[in-house]
């Protein structure tokens, strides 16, 4: 049988652009790709920047991007080393004690220590020191017995040690060697070298689609497009994903959901408490500050700067610091105003020195603007603030020696899978392209697997 009639293309000859599962991008995808292109039409660049600011103002996980990087890794997990300095100082509780000259070392309590890690450092020839809160004496290594985790030192402060029996601390404090001797045997192993490997956190959320705007650009001569409906589902998964990095915990072992698999995370709250320096109350006067600081001294951390994300309360507090600090200098503060409509703009501090640490400190809206949780219930779960030190570290990922920020989150990006990127986005049922046995709706469903890394706690304060 022959055609009768065909209806007027009304594409002009050109194939339609079907929006579906192909061609979906969220804004912060393709405000990346727009930021590369020139002359394109400033209501583009609006609507796209409009949407991604709306996406991390006053959001929890805008609070997780002042953290400035992401690392993706192909894995499942991450592991990482959280120390990689030579620590030359035992001072754990219970790990040193003395019989005559022969000085023990109970691995066990030593922090950071692992079954099967070679930790001893000690040489013929070093220099101790040897305290116990109230005696301080010094001595010279004369023999070892790596095996037993065992020395013999000789002491220069008398014929014989005195009263240094238990819960000693031991320091090498320089060595003696004899002239035309050669060097020490071995080679001095990293002492509280921690590794940690942490599981990825997978998680999801999906909506139906209820109607809405769809925004549709031609980038690179491709359509790009999303939608009313997956501005809000990011919305909906950047809160679940913020709130597990942040306030999730680990399933003890013996739980109910340990023992169906559902092991949990270490959100930044509970890793800091746990394993960072904890300041319970508002740091409110300098002398409470100069005790923080006389911390960071202790760590022998040789950056000078530091970064303060704290709440209204904390921020008022700092402000009223850097007053006092200049005042106690015999600094005279005036302040000259001229008609100009951004004098607002040159009253208050953003940051104070403290014994040579710069502590620059912004205010998170968390606390006082609206959030996921309400302004009561997030006050309870918020701290008052973390201050950590600006720059990067040196550790080593999954075996590769990196520079990275003190905190960072990391996400598993499934490239190789055709879903890069920290989000993973999947479109079935009506209008996705075939995919799906559900017709009668679109279903949008996305996932992310991610963990936040704090690659030194100690060095992190949080105000409780």
């Not at 996406?55 to 990087?69: R, S, T, Y």
């Not at 993706?72 to 080393?81: L, N, P």
Request: some cysteine; overall charge negative.
């Amino acid at each position: 049988m022959a055609i009768t009639s065909q209806p007027v293309n009304p594409h002009n000859n050109v194939s339609p652009n079907m929006l579906n599962n192909d061609n979906y991008a969220d804004p912060f995808t393709l405000a990346a790709l727009v930021a590369t292109q020139q002359g394109l039409p400033k209501e583009i660049l609006d609507q796209i920047q409009t949407d991604c600011a709306s996406l991390v103002k006053n959001k929890w996980l805008g609070f997780l991007d002042m953290f400035q990087m992401n690392i993706g890794f192909e894995t499942d997990y991450v592991q990482f080393v959280e120390s990689t300095s030579p620590d030359y100082v035992i001072d754990d509780d219970g790990a040193v004690t003395r019989a005559g000259d022969v000085f023990t070392i109970d691995w066990t309590a030593v922090a950071g220590w692992e079954v099967g890690e070679d930790a001893f450092f000690y040489r013929v020839d070093d220099v101790i020191a040897v305290y116990d809160g109230t005696i301080k004496e010094m001595g010279v290594i004369t023999a070892i017995d790596k095996g037993a985790g065992t020395f013999t030192a000789k002491c220069r402060n008398g014929a014989a040690w005195s009263g240094l029996l238990l819960n000693l601390t031991i320091d090498v404090t320089g060595s003696d060697f004899d002239k035309g001797s050669c060097g020490p045997e071995g080679l001095l192993e990293l002492r509280k070298t921690r590794s940690k490997t942490l599981k990825f956190q997978t998680i999801k959320d999906a909506m139906q689609t209820s109607g809405g705007n769809r925004y549709a650009f031609m980038i690179n001569n491709e359509v790009k497009w999303y939608d009313d409906n997956s501005l809000e589902l990011i919305n909906r998964l950047n809160t679940k994903v913020a709130k597990t990095l942040l306030v999730d915990i680990e399933s003890v072992t013996g739980s109910g959901a340990h023992g169906i698999g559902k092991y949990g995370t270490m959100g930044l709250f509970e890793n800091l408490e746990e394993n960072g320096l904890v300041n319970t109350g508002y740091i409110t006067t300098l002398a409470h500050m100069q005790a923080i600081t006389t911390y960071w001294d202790s760590l022998g951390y040789e950056g000078r700067e530091f970064i303060a994300h704290v709440d209204s309360t904390q921020v008022r507090y700092f402000e009223a610091m850097a007053g006092l600090i200049a005042t106690s200098l015999n600094v005279t503060m005036s302040v000259v105003i001229g008609n100009t409509p951004d004098n607002f703009q040159r009253f208050g501090f953003n940051s104070i020195k403290v014994d040579g640490y710069t502590i620059h400190f912004t205010k998170w809206d968390l606390t006082s603007g609206n959030s996921p949780l309400g302004k009561n219930r997030i006050s309870s779960a918020m701290p008052k603030g973390i201050i950590m030190p600006m720059g990067t570290v040196p550790t080593k990922i999954n075996g590769v020696e990196k520079r990275v920020p003190y905190i960072f989150k990391a996400y598993q990006d499934k490239a190789k899978m055709g879903k890069g990127g920290m989000v993973r986005t999947y479109l079935t049922g009506g209008f996705a392209g075939g995919n799906g046995s559900d017709c009668e709706y679109l279903k949008i469903s996305k996932s992310t697997s991610v963990a936040l890394v704090v690659v030194c706690p100690e060095a992190v304060t949080v105000i409780k």
